[in-house]
């Protein structure tokens, strides 16, 4: 199936700064991708769907200025997570289906460790 | 978009057939079943995907009955490795979000 990565694969910060995870689709185009968080032992919670060269859509509760969304190209979108707090940290995952695709694939998803 | 439900936790045992059973009353025409499989600290892996009838790849079946209000996901001969977490998932598939329900926990026992 589709490739999806992310980088980084874990990552721990001071309270307060801000992190950026970057997902890729590695052999396919997309122009919709999808940002989950993972709390331990919960379902994925959608944050917000990407649009390549629009703003991104926001699930409710989720602050769009707290997590910023940027999907410049066909094949990248980036998560910035800003003034990161140790609430924030979790599991992120995105998402994305190609083009002319049925089915949508998911990257091994990012840990944040928030101190 | 469709809402389901399915079993929180299930076991079995290594070798066995495992079936787990969505429940989707709300489905809609267009909507497309899909299952995936998640192990801790992994995004989820796709699995299978079907719109009515039966599925089958060289993993898992989906058997879909005729009103498609439920599907059933069945594992051949499990083993310890098929341990994790299934969600089933609906909705127009390439199109919609998906929205992730709680997904079942299958332990396999040795």
């Known amino acids: 199936g589709a490739v999806v990565s992310q980088h980084p694969s874990r990552v721990i910060c001071k309270s307060g700064t801000s992190v950026k995870i970057e997902c890729r689709s590695l052999d396919f185009q997309a122009t919709t991708m999808f940002w989950y968080r993972q709390f331990p032992k919960k379902s994925l919670m959608l944050m917000a769907t990407s649009n390549e060269g629009s703003k991104a859509t926001y699930e409710q509760g989720v602050e769009k200025d707290k997590f910023l969304i940027n999907h410049a190209s066909l094949t990248l979108s980036t998560l910035t997570v800003t003034s990161a707090h140790p609430e924030d940290s979790s599991f992120y995952i995105c998402?994305?289906?190609?083009?002319?695709?049925?089915?949508?694939?998911f990257g091994p998803g990012t840990r944040l460790l928030v101190l | 978009l469709a809402k389901t439900t399915q079993p929180i936790s299930m076991d079995s045992y290594e070798g066995q057939e495992v079936n787990i059973t969505c429940s989707h009353n709300?489905?809609?025409?267009?909507?497309?079943i899909t299952w995936y499989q998640q192990f801790p600290s992994q995004g989820p892996r796709f699995i299978i995907q079907?719109?009515?009838t039966k599925v089958t790849n060289e993993v898992a079946s989906l058997f879909i009955p005729a009103d498609r209000k439920s599907s059933t996901l069945s594992l051949p001969r499990v083993s310890l490795s098929d341990t994790a977490v299934y969600y089933c998932l609906v909705g127009d598939k390439g199109r919609d979000k998906i929205i992730f329900g709680k997904g079942t926990r299958l332990h396999i026992l040795p």
């Open positions: 079907g719109y009515k």
């Open positions: 998402s994305s289906f190609e083009l002319a695709g049925e089915t949508q694939y």
């Open positions: 709300n489905i809609a025409t267009n909507d497309y």
